[in-house]
């Protein structure tokens, strides 16, 4: 059965993807509310998905809001770094809720997917990177990561589907509203990706790897406009047959699959 992953949402405010492979579905983070992620579950099942793992990039609230009450109400397990479960212990306090620690550099196979884990440079506890495959195809996910090195970059381009962050524009951030230390803070080594890091990524994905499709995450609603990240990253992919998306903040809004084109997503 073909991959695939819909963005149910990406944002400072909130992150959760789902991939699907036959009749199996992982939620990967769970960062909006209880009521929203327990209904999202509710599609996964009424769709005749049954729901295999919640697995967590990191701890952040954006990531994590919704993933113990996921947890309970799913019996799915949460899997995520050693670090991330500890930053979540205290709401993990309930032993009826299952978790699977592995190691930043792991991989674990769970259903039909394989995820691999990768560290990133963000400031949480252990956050990782994921790539999801199943049915030799590969999603790679890279969200929340201040600096991407030449090696992360090679890692994300051995994959068809790339989701990457897209934060902020350089020049908007220091110009914009917040306060000194928080654009400090998102510009920093373990902050978030600009627009111009993402392009950069992006392009040696271009020049060395197959992704066809690639979708631009957690945009900030402050300090980055979608018309720019896009326009910024499609310079990157001139001339070729790349497509290039922007997931929306709060609803879903993507879907992607290894058995066909790229399309926007109906809701489901
Ligand atoms: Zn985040
Ligand atoms: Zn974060």
């Keep these: 059965m073909p991959l695939a992953l819909r963005s149910l949402g990406s944002g400072s405010s909130g992150n959760s993807f789902v991939a699907t492979n036959g009749d199996q579905a992982i939620v990967v983070d769970a960062g909006f509310s209880k009521r929203r992620m327990v209904a999202e579950l509710r599609h996964l099942q009424d769709s005749g998905l049954s729901l ?84 030799d195809s590969v999603a790679v996910i890279a969200i929340d990561l201040g600096t991407a090195s030449k090696a992360d970059a090679d890692w994300m381009s051995n994959c068809d589907l790339l989701v990457i962050e897209s934060n902020h524009d350089s020049t908007r951030l220091m110009n914009g509203p917040y306060p000194g230390h928080l654009k400090r803070r998102i510009a920093g080594r373990l902050g978030h990706l600009s627009n111009d890091q993402a392009a950069a990524c992006i392009a040696q994905a271009v020049g060395v790897g197959r992704a066809r499709v690639i979708w631009l995450a957690h945009l900030s609603e402050v300090n980055n406009t979608r018309t720019e990240a896009l326009h910024r990253a499609r310079r990157e992919v001139a001339d070729t047959e790349i497509a290039v998306a922007v997931c929306a903040r709060d609803r879903p809004s993507l879907t992607w699959s290894s058995g066909r084109q790229f399309r926007q997503a109906t809701l489901w």
């Design 52 to 135: 295999a793992a919640i697995v967590l990039t990191h701890e952040h609230f954006d990531h994590s809001r919704g993933a113990i009450e996921l947890a309970r109400v799913s019996g799915a397990p949460i899997v995520a770094t050693r670090g991330t479960l500890n930053a979540l212990a205290e709401g993990l306090s309930d032993p009826t809720i299952a978790r699977i620690a592995v190691g930043s550099t792991e991989s674990f196979d769970i259903a039909s997917f394989s995820i691999g884990f990768r560290p990133v440079r963000h400031d949480a506890q252990e956050p990782v990177g994921l790539s999801i495959a199943a049915d």
